[in-house]
């Protein structure tokens, strides 16, 4: 019987103890962590950006800032909220990087209009949510996919309270018109 190895050790190990691992320098812990991780952050990023491969990028822009930040982590057991804060401030970051000078959140992008007259539209869920405006989308994504409350949405993005409640209220109905035009297609 061949000596345990540290992967097989790292894999059977509690996330704070990875999260205390690496920030001590461990880099094989880290791993770890973006091993049992990456799907999470993977999934959340292409459903705020709505773009696959650019859900690929945002994920590791938002693992590599967790790397070089994470000795500013306070509490082990706190890493996975940390984690998604990061992933959010990637994508708003690129937000802010592409769009210019926007004064109103709800002008962030224009967005793509699906005409009810063509049969061939077929919406699912990832082409509904890559519908809505990019800041729509993100308090969606973060309410109902997350499970975030509006509380922590607010934290999050910086937005106010008021805009969160709304942003989440237009873009769920937006969301609902979608999906119910994608039902009457399908039938």
């Not at 994470?70 to 990087?97: E, K, M």
């Not at 969606?140 to 937005?159: F, K």
């Not at 969160?164 to 399908?186: F, H, M, N, W």
Request: proline share 3%.
């Amino acid at each position: 019987m061949s000596p345990p190895r540290e992967s097989d050790h790292l894999a059977s190990a509690a996330e704070s103890s990875l999260v205390a691992l690496a920030m001590s320098g461990d880099d094989k812990a880290f791993e770890e962590l973006v091993r049992r991780r990456q799907g999470t952050i993977r999934r959340l990023m292409r459903q705020m950006s709505g773009d696959w491969a650019r859900a690929d990028d945002f994920a590791q822009e938002a693992f590599l800032q967790a790397w070089r930040k994470l000795r500013t982590l306070r509490a082990p057991g706190a890493f996975g909220t940390w984690l998604r804060q990061i992933a959010v401030n990637v994508f708003l970051q690129h937000n802010r990087r592409t769009v210019r000078a926007q004064e109103d959140f709800s002008e962030l992008a224009s967005y793509a209009m699906v005409e009810k007259e063509d049969p061939s539209v077929h919406l699912d869920l990832e082409n509904a949510l890559a519908l809505l405006r990019p800041v729509e989308r993100l308090c969606v994504v973060l309410a109902y996919g997350e499970r975030m409350s509006h509380g922590e949405i607010c934290t999050a993005t910086g937005l106010p309270l008021g805009t969160v409640k709304s942003t989440i209220a237009r873009g769920s109905e937006r969301l609902r018109r979608y999906l119910a035009d994608y039902e009457d297609d399908v039938r």
